[in-house]
């Protein structure tokens, strides 16, 4: 599953500012945080996504049990104990809400860009 494709729509400007609020910076080699080597935008885009859903779904339950060196997180479900990737948690999460994946998602990453920017997007 992409995840951007359900927050899709990040200018490039948004994205930046994004990814610099959480600690990321730039240089000639790309985008580099404390955990990550330097990547391109979408890689570095996506490790945040991970790092933002991954963290929002512990505060339902879940825990994050760790990182794969290529920044794939391993998730516990807190009702099942069972571990799975990221999708699959949160189409499970999505499941007990009885809503759309995309809808949830979504949901959580507006929570974490508007914590980011500190008002609505725009």
């Known amino acids: 599953m992409k995840l951007e494709r359900h927050v899709g729509g990040l200018s ?4 930046v500012n ?9 240089d000639t080699e790309g985008w580099s945080s404390e955990r990550f080597r330097p990547v391109p935008i979408a890689r570095a885009i996506h ?9 929002a779904l512990c505060g339902m339950g879940w825990q994050v049990m760790g990182y794969s060196p290529r920044g794939y ?6 009702e099942q ?10 189409r499970l999460q999505a499941r007990r809400e009885r809503r ?4 949830l998602t979504y949901a959580l990453f507006l ?12």
Do not use: F, M, N
């Open 100 to 103: 759309p994946v995309a809808e």
């Open 12 to 15: 490039i400007a948004r994205k």
């Open 111 to 122: 929570a974490a860009l508007l914590d980011t920017e500190g008002g609505a997007p725009g």
């Open 73 to 78: 997180v391993q998730l516990r479900d807190g």
């Open 47 to 55: 490790h945040q996504l991970t790092d933002d859903l991954s963290r």
């Open 81 to 90: 104990g069972k571990t799975c990737s990221l999708p699959k948690a949160l």
């Open 18 to 26: 994004y990814l610099r609020a959480r600690g990321w910076r730039e």
